[in-house]
């Protein structure tokens, strides 16, 4: 077990500029934490940013990144890691979705005891649940209709609220930018996986944040379908690949009610096998059976 004093935490935030409100409640509830970040990071995706610093009077070291154009939640991301990793001085980054809410004030300090206990945990995933303690099914990281409340080792985690092992991020890389929206949190707990480090939900971690769809996104459809198809063609063993599609097509074709929709995934498919997916690193087989183990094989 590492010594707890010698984990230091930062958070951070990455917003469009469009949430004001939310931000300020979410770094409020960032400032209430009984342990203090060391540094905390906003990112201005493509919008200038207030004061944060001086406004709210938040702990440590406030840094604000003004971004020229928005590079997607991944991409800004990554510039906050970017920085963080300027400076040399973190050892977990705990990222949230601007539109979050810490209700809790122990969750960073629960966050730096689970990275502690366990040297090989690379990645933590919240809990996510509404203002009614409602958690979608589809922010549970395991299949099928499963408790939201049973924590344990899994496959993925959550992009709305996680904390990230800098360590991990220095050996496997930081998040897939080109992505832009939509899968890059599979990318990346694939990657980490097959590294071998290990990826925890822990439910007693919540964000609280509103109930929302993901196809709420104009480019839902077209970005999910591409990115899934540079997902395996980047992760998969080739024999997986045409498993892994032909599912999700059949899955696609089952749950997609508009036509608009089902026009815009197959474009979005079609353009994910034409375009260059990036960097081929094909996850092993022994990750593969460990991945299945654990509930979630890499074809669903």
Avoid at 29 to 37: E, G, Y
Avoid at 189 to 195: E, G, K, L, S, T
Avoid at 198 to 206: G, K, N, S, V
Wanted: aromatic fraction near 8%; charged fraction near 25%; proline fraction near 6%.
């Amino acid at each position: 077990m590492q010594d707890l004093g010698a984990l230091r935490i930062a958070v951070a935030v990455v917003t469009m500029g469009n949430r004001p409100a939310e931000v300020d409640a979410l770094l409020e509830s960032v400032a209430k934490q009984d342990l203090a970040p060391t540094r905390i990071v906003i990112v201005g995706n493509g919008c200038p940013l207030p004061d944060f610093g001086e406004r709210l009077a938040l702990p440590g070291e406030v840094t604000l990144l003004e971004l020229d154009e928005n590079l997607g939640c991944p991409g800004g991301r990554n510039q906050a890691l970017a920085r963080l990793r300027e400076f040399g001085d973190v050892d977990v980054v705990v990222e949230l979705d601007d539109d979050g809410l810490l209700v809790d004030a122990d969750v960073l300090r629960r966050v730096r005891d689970l990275f502690a206990a366990d040297p090989k945990l690379g990645i933590v995933g919240f809990r996510i649940a509404d203002e009614h303690g409602e958690t979608q099914q589809r922010h549970v990281p395991r299949v099928g209709a499963s408790d939201p409340m049973r924590g344990g080792y899994v496959t993925g985690f959550l992009g709305g609220g996680h904390g990230f092992r800098t360590a991990m991020l220095d050996e496997i890389g930081d998040w897939p930018a080109e992505f832009f929206f939509a899968h890059e949190e599979t990318d990346l707990a694939w990657r980490a996986a097959d590294a071998g480090w290990r990826i925890l939900y822990a439910p007693e971690l919540l964000l609280q944040h509103p109930k929302t769809s993901p196809a709420r996104h104009a480019i839902y459809y077209r970005v999910n379908a591409r990115n899934r198809v540079w997902l395996v063609r980047r992760r998969l063993p080739l024999l997986l690949i045409p498993v892994h599609l032909a599912i999700w097509t059949l899955l696609t074709l089952v749950r997609t009610r508009s036509r608009a929709g089902l026009r815009a995934w197959f474009g979005g498919f079609v353009e994910g096998l034409r375009e260059p997916a990036g960097e081929r690193r094909p996850m092993r087989w022994r990750t593969v059976w460990r991945l299945s183990r654990l509930g979630r094989p890499p074809v669903i």
